[in-house]
């Protein structure tokens, strides 16, 4: 399997937002945090920005007809 990893840039701009609320919902933990790539550079595996979508896509709907 492939893990693919996205700079904090691209990570922004496959969730559709600025790179300062990025970082906003990785400190309050409603993001993994990003991984060390190096000692100058991190990033988000696509699989944990997948997970975050789908858990926000999950409570979009109120199912109580």
Request: aromatic letters at 8%; a positive charge; hydrophobic letters at 35%.
């Amino acid at each position: 399997m492939t893990r693919a990893i996205l700079r904090p840039k691209q990570a922004a701009e496959y969730l559709g937002i600025s790179r300062a609320q990025l970082y906003r919902l990785a400190c309050r933990g409603d993001l993994p945090a990003p991984i060390k790539i190096s000692s100058r550079a991190s990033g988000w595996l696509v699989t944990d920005l997948d997970s975050f979508i789908e858990r926000k896509k999950d409570g979009r709907y109120e199912h109580g007809d």
